[in-house]
T-cell receptor
């Protein structure tokens, strides 16, 4: 599994875009980049994933660099309910997720 | 909209007691997983079951046993609870990807 590195914490103003970076320089060619978030003490919630191309869904956008060594999760208009810990994960074909420490995003009014 | 259901939500045990954590999913997923999460940490995989009738160890299996009772249910057993097993336990299921998680069981061992 690719080791991922994320900043431990970030702040974002409500209504602004939240850009959460992730480094995954050891990611292999068949590993997807997955993003999950965990709000308070709830179970992790899937957000988005991608392999090479940028992806967008109703929750977020995922920008993956061309060399696939890093990616950025974008929440276009952060709300207070987006305050959570965000996990970037390199996902292997064996279908096991390895969670690191994540980024604690605090959205402030 | 049940998804993955875990019971109980909270439990306090004394050292040496045994306990089974229950997990059921209604999405007809083949794979199921048990994780633990210690305060301020990410999730660590305890055991997983790729399909009914199979189980495999994850990163931190010591002190635990699992049973894949049928396709829906995957239980985690602590035979002799220790204070180091105080944690929040999450069950998850998936078909291919991504994994869907339950809301956790908060377990304290005194």
């Amino acid at each position: 599994d690719a080791k991922t590195t994320q900043p431990p914490s970030m702040d974002c103003a409500e209504g602004r875009a939240a850009n959460l970076p992730c480094n995954h320089s050891t990611i292999s060619g068949n590993e997807y980049v997955y993003w999950y978030r965990q709000i308070h003490s709830q179970g992790p919630q899937y957000i988005i994933h991608g392999l090479k191309n940028n992806e967008t869904n109703e929750m977020a956008s995922l920008i993956i660099t061309e060399d696939r060594k890093s990616s950025t999760l974008i929440l276009p208009h952060a709300t207070l309910r987006d305050t959570a810990v965000y996990y970037c994960i390199g996902f292997n074909a064996g279908n096991m997720l390895t969670f690191g420490g994540g980024t604690r995003l605090m959205v402030k009014p | 909209n049940a998804g993955v259901t875990q019971t109980p939500k909270f439990q306090v045990l004394k050292t040496g007691q045994s306990m089974t954590l229950q997990c059921a999913q209604d999405m007809n997923h083949n794979s199921m997983y048990w994780y633990r999460q210690d305060p301020g940490m990410g999730l660590r995989l305890i055991y997983y079951s790729a399909s009914e009738g199979t189980t495999d160890k994850g990163e931190v299996p010591n002190g635990y046993n699992v049973s894949r009772l049928n396709k829906r249910e995957f239980s985690l057993r602590l035979e002799s609870a220790a204070p180091s097993q105080t944690s929040v336990y999450f069950c998850a299921s998936s078909d291919t990807r991504p994994q869907h998680f339950g809301d956790g069981t908060r377990l304290s061992i005194l």
